[in-house]
């Protein structure tokens, strides 16, 4: 849901979840059929009814109930909606804008009353550059599902791609709110770190990437935005930064970010801080 909009599909897959029409109903009608055609089954008689009551019927009995009840454990098979908002998330970040449009228009069809198809459509709306219809479909989304990290953070990601200064408090109360809704998500942290870059804030940027590090490990964004956190706060932290860079390209190894700072950072290693019992020495030398 845990700064972050980046959208390809084949068109087999666009069928196959957006679809809501005749291919789901045809398959319905089948299965329907298919039952009606069975032959049915022979009536017991009330004899062997009474014959076969016991331990042994209630033992058949439970079986089938087993059979026929998922574990426990299994996950919960998404419902269409949420595979088409999937499917369009994952859309939006190939920026394959065509494709997530249609999962939006899909996932509203099927759930007008949810927001997420609102937020995926306004992030669309966002990219396209139809700035007016994504703030509307991206506070839609806010009202209809306040409690959904969604609508927050395609707004934050809509805000600050404007590059408004007075957008940036916006992003930083979004992005806050996408931490509050999941605090366990390493990229919400990553995201108002950034918005904190821009606000010439890079203590907090590092706590919050220092923070999504802790959440996931293998965040490359947050080392490559800690390390950007470095580069900023002067010379005297570009090996911390120089650290990141080559952290977040270990862990991937074409994050096209990542290798463009990491050239930007001087070849010219800082230097450690000087020895101050060098100089007394070279003093005393005078002195003498």
Known sequence: MNARVGLSMTALAVTI????????????????????????????????????????????????????????????????YERNLKLGAAALKNNDTDLAGVCAEAAIRLEPKQGGG?????????????????????????????DSPDGYEYRCAHNFKKGYSSLYRLCVSDASNVIRLTPTLSSSYNIRAMVYLKLNDPDRAIRDCTTGIKCDPKDADCYNTRGAAYVTKGA???????????KALELNPTHANAKKNLGLIPRKVVSPPPDKDRFKDKDKKKDK
């Not at 039952?35 to 009536?43: H, I, N, R, T």
């Not at 459509?121 to 009202?143: C, P, T």
Request: proline content about 7%; hydrophobic content about 25%.
């Open 17 to 80: 979840l957006v679809g809501v029409g005749c291919s789901s109903k045809d398959n319905e009608r089948t299965v329907v059929a298919a039952e009606v055609d069975q032959k049915p089954a022979k009536k017991t008689t009330p004899a062997s009814i009474v014959e076969g009551w016991g331990k042994k019927s209630t033992t058949q009995s439970k079986e089938k109930r087993k059979a026929k009840d998922p574990p426990r454990d299994s996950p919960r098979p998404l419902s269409q």
């Open 118 to 146: 609102y937020a995926l459509r306004g992030a669309v709306y966002s990219n396209l550059g139809e700035s007016k219809k994504a703030e509307d479909d991206l506070q839609k989304a806010i009202d209809l599902e306040p």
């Open 236 to 246: 005297s932290y570009f090996s911390q930064a120089e650290s990141d860079f080559k």
